[in-house]
């Protein structure tokens, strides 16, 4: 699966965002590598709950900004996945 970030190496990185805004940056960055394609499950509430150390409300958040920044969709009793143009949308994004 995925390789567990760390929060207190991503605190070094970031220090001034928020848990929630972390989490986000490190899967757009994914999906922005290609590490996740059009198609694939992003990683679950409980999942980003344990890699990031967050609560189930700010895990929740991520999946919500992800869905509304039109990053993925949400298949109810399956999961999140990657849209299509996702990193076309964040590389475009980018480079603005």
Known sequence: MFAL??????????????KWRQAY????DRIRTGELQPGDR????HELM???EMSNTVAQKV??????????ETE?????YVL????E????????
Do not use: W
């Not at 992003?42 to 509430?45: D, G, I, K, L, R």
């Not at 999946?63 to 039109?70: D, K, M, T, V, Y």
């Not at 299509?84 to 990193?87: L, P």
């Open 5 to 18: 970030v760390r929060p207190s190496i991503l605190d070094r990185v970031h220090p001034s965002r928020s």
């Open 25 to 28: 940056a490190v899967v757009c």
């Open 42 to 45: 992003v990683p679950t509430v």
């Open 50 to 52: 344990v890699e990031f």
């Open 63 to 72: 999946h919500r900004a992800l869905r509304e920044a039109g990053l993925t």
């Open 76 to 80: 109810p009793g399956t999961g999140s």
């Open 84 to 87: 299509e143009g996702a990193a």
């Open 89 to 96: 949308k964040l590389q475009a994004e980018q480079e603005e």
